[in-house]
């Protein structure tokens, strides 16, 4: 999951520096974060319960920076009481269903959308409700839509649905132009 991450904050880095040379080759990479983005919000409201095994006898006491050295080399391994951390458990659940849920957004057709000087910003939400991933304030990626210039209608479209959407938080730069009045 760190790849996608790696992979995705070096293309955002270049959307944002406006090289655009690298676009053509990088829409999985979009989807594939995406993906992730989603699994994650998901199961962060509702992780993989820690599964206890039976008749397993607890082996060595684990120090924490133990657990941490396994856990960093994708090792799992089973609490004092028997049982996998549910974080694990959650990660593998999640590794699992990216594949399938970057399957079913594979056909998405990612593009930039800068928002008109005057029309606001985009609110980032902790859950993805529409195919928009914003990079900036004023730029995001949209999936399947040919906007590429948001006015202050269309900023105030996704802002709501993001808003709604939302299951802890949204944040922004300045939440007072992401709901500008119209002109």
């Given amino acids: ?14 959307i944002l520096a406006e090289d655009l040379r690298w676009w ?24 993989v319960p820690a599964p206890r095994l039976r008749d397993v006898l607890p082996g060595a006491l ?3 920076d133990q657990k941490e050295i396994l856990e960093s080399k994708h090792y799992l391994y089973a609490d004092d009481d028997g049982s996998f951390p549910s974080r694990q458990m959650t990660g593998l659940r999640i590794q699992f269903e990216l594949d399938q849920r970057s399957a079913q957004l594979s ?6 959308c800068k928002a008109e000087a005057w029309a606001g910003e985009f609110l980032v939400p902790d859950r993805p409700t529409v195919l928009c991933i914003p990079l900036a304030p004023r730029i995001a990626l949209v999936g399947n839509s ?15 649905i993001a808003a709604a959407g939302s299951d802890k938080f949204i944040f922004a730069r300045d939440f007072s132009l992401c709901f500008p009045n119209r002109k």
């Fill in 107 to 112: 056909n998405t057709q990612w593009r930039v």
């Fill in 24 to 47: 053509t080759l990088k829409h999985a990479v979009i989807t594939r974060f995406y993906a992730l983005w989603e699994l994650r919000a998901r199961y962060s409201s509702s992780p």
């Fill in 62 to 64: 684990l120090s924490k």
């Fill in 1 to 14: 999951m760190a790849n996608i991450e790696r992979e995705f904050q070096f293309l955002a880095e270049r």
């Fill in 146 to 160: 040919d906007i590429t210039i948001a006015n202050a209608d269309t900023l105030r479209f996704f802002n709501l």
